[in-house]
């Protein structure tokens, strides 16, 4: 599935949704922070089963479990953390209380942009005392 600027993949099933086998997703142009569904599951059972590998990029990921998420869980690919669940909501993005496939994506802000944020804060706070 690709995910990105250009384009992105959504499949919509009106029906009972069974997971088996390998994700592959892929970057088409930039990634924006938020949320992507890849399924979207019209009817109102929730997915059964999950996929056993998760290849990003062509890299294979492994999930830190997050709880909730129906299998679902965390993995990080350079300034990135992404979130997969099988229990998530189309309409909010929310990983919880749905029935669709879900990939939320958060940058990692670099340490030199966390410094200058720090370094700006103490200059209002400095500045404020005056």
């Avoid at 059964?48 to 965390?74: H, R």
Wanted: hydrophobic share 45%.
């Amino acid at each position: 599935m690709d995910i990105g600027s250009n384009t992105s993949s959504l499949l919509t099933v009106d029906g009972t949704v069974a997971l088996d086998g390998n994700l592959f997703i892929t970057t088409n142009g930039s990634l924006n922070a938020g949320w992507y569904t890849l399924i979207e599951n019209l009817g109102s059972d929730p997915i059964n089963g999950f996929f056993s590998d998760i290849f990003f990029n062509g890299d294979l990921v492994t999930l830190a479990p997050i709880d909730g998420t129906n299998g679902g869980g965390a993995f990080a690919v350079g300034s990135w953390i992404f979130a997969i669940s099988y229990a998530g909501q189309s309409d909010t993005g929310s990983l919880f209380g749905g029935n669709d496939l879900i990939l939320r994506a958060h940058l990692i802000p670099e340490p030199a942009s966390l410094a200058i944020l720090g370094l700006g804060a103490l200059a209002m706070m400095v500045r404020r005392r005056k």
